[in-house]
């Protein structure tokens, strides 16, 4: 699906609540996918482009992880998934964090380690 479709799909299915809260219509599949790196990388390379709002892709991001039915086996999937999901406690979803996403998907560099909070138990 070209970036600038998919981008009007999510914006379509998105209801402001109020300035806060957001409330996003999702239909889960029926079956499982598998989310891949390079999967990410294009949807990282249409909001660097604009080709797809940063909006779109913190709520696409949101539906991912909220889903039961996308898996991944790559951690920096999930890592990346939560930095989108959450640009405000992350990484702001800015074209410059757009070309240290793409560098991290691809392997080009290491994901940063985050320092976990105190009250926060290890995994």
């Known amino acids: 699906m070209p970036a600038e479709r998919l981008d009007a799909e999510v914006s379509s299915s998105i209801r402001e609540v109020d300035a806060v809260t957001h409330q996003v219509e999702i239909e889960d599949m029926s079956d499982d996918f598998c989310i891949e790196p390079s999967m990410l990388i294009r949807l990282c390379d ?10 779109a892709l ?5 539906a ?3 889903s039961d039915r996308f898996k991944w086996t790559a951690a920096i999937v999930g890592e990346v ?4 999901a959450a640009p ?3 990484y702001a979803l800015s074209a410059e964090n757009m070309t240290k996403f793409r560098r991290w998907l691809r392997g080009d560099e290491p994901y ?4 976990r909070h105190r009250s926060q138990p290890a995994r």
């Open 46 to 55: 249409a909001t660097a482009s604009g080709q797809m709002s940063r909006d």
């Open 58 to 62: 913190r709520h696409i991001a949101f």
């Open 112 to 115: 940063p380690l985050k320092q």
């Open 64 to 66: 991912i992880i909220a």
């Open 81 to 84: 998934l939560h930095d989108w």
């Open 88 to 90: 405000e406690i992350n």
